[in-house]
């Protein structure tokens, strides 16, 4: 089952290409006490280290702010060394080269499986 995983200005619970990957200059804002520190912090304990991001396609929508990009993402476990992947979709909401709405879905079973859990 796909869920979603980021909701809004790129505050969410994994890894992602991020705008840059996507060719847009930065993301809108954060939500409340969220930092970029914190997200470094995160991504730190995470176990899982994500060191692969590829675009795999990039689909324009009737609104032409928004933009639905397919990517897959590849790391390995810290602790094993043993290297995954997963595929996601991000929908994208763009405004003045800036991204102003990220929703990301995710196939949270599998990458739970993958990671052991």
Same mark, same amino acid.
């Given at each position: ?7 809004? +200005? ?12 996507? %060719? /847009?200059?930065?993301?809108? *804002?954060? #939500? $409340? ?27 324009? +929508? ?12 590849? %790391? /390995?476990?810290?602790?094993? *060394?043993? #290297? $995954? ?33």
């Amino acid at each position: 089952m796909l869920r979603p995983a980021y909701d809004s +200005t790129g505050r969410g619970t994994s890894g992602g290409c991020g705008a840059a990957a996507l %060719g /847009v200059a930065h993301c809108g *804002g954060r #939500r $409340g006490s969220q930092s970029v520190e914190d997200d470094r912090q995160r991504a730190l304990e995470m176990p899982i280290r994500i060191d692969e991001c590829a675009i795999e396609a990039v689909h324009e +929508t009737a609104d032409p702010e928004v933009i639905v990009v397919e990517y897959r993402l590849g %790391g /390995v476990k810290i602790a094993t *060394g043993e #290297r $995954g992947a997963t595929d996601l979709i991000a929908v994208l909401r763009v405004r003045d080269g800036k991204v102003v709405h990220w929703r990301e879905y995710q196939d949270t079973l599998a990458i739970a499986q993958a990671l052991g859990a």
